[in-house]
Nanobody, 119 residues
Framework: VQLQASGGGLVQAGGSLRLSCTAS????????LGWFRQGPGREREFVAA????????RYADSVKGRFTISRDNAKNTVYLQMNSLKPDDTAVYYCAASTVLSTTRSDYWGQGTLVTVSS
């Protein structure tokens, strides 16, 4: 499975961004998709994930109520709508695909897209 993420950029605190990640490869629509992030000086951490059919979602406590994950299997694309962004959300965001819905692991990783939130 190959993952191509896009949508990062510079935004002011309180603003919004939408990340997209398109998956390609055999049976990519059957994978759970999600997002992890790695901020400056931090370890990579889980952000959000969605099951292959969209029936289940998981969120990190730090983004609940602000971020929404969704997917369009016709386009093999997962989205992360990020609202009320904070400087602490600044990170490289990585798209992830896994055979099971997980908050701790991924079988495949995208190349990352940088989100910078200014105060």
């Amino acid at each position: 499975v190959q993952l191509q993420a896009s949508g990062g950029g510079l935004v002011q605190a309180g603003g919004s961004l939408r990340l997209s990640c398109t998956a390609s490869g055999r049976t990519s629509s059957r994978y759970a998709l999600g997002w992890f992030r790695q901020g400056p000086g931090r370890e990579r951490e889980f952000v959000a994930a969605i099951s292959w059919n969209g029936g289940a979602e998981r969120y990190a406590d730090s983004v609940k109520g602000r971020f929404t994950i969704s997917r369009d299997n016709a386009k093999n694309t997962v989205y992360l709508q990020m609202n009320s962004l904070k400087p602490d959300d600044t990170a490289v965001y990585y798209c992830a695909a896994s055979t099971v819905l997980s908050t701790t692991r991924s079988d495949y990783w995208g190349q990352g897209t940088l989100v910078t939130v200014s105060s």
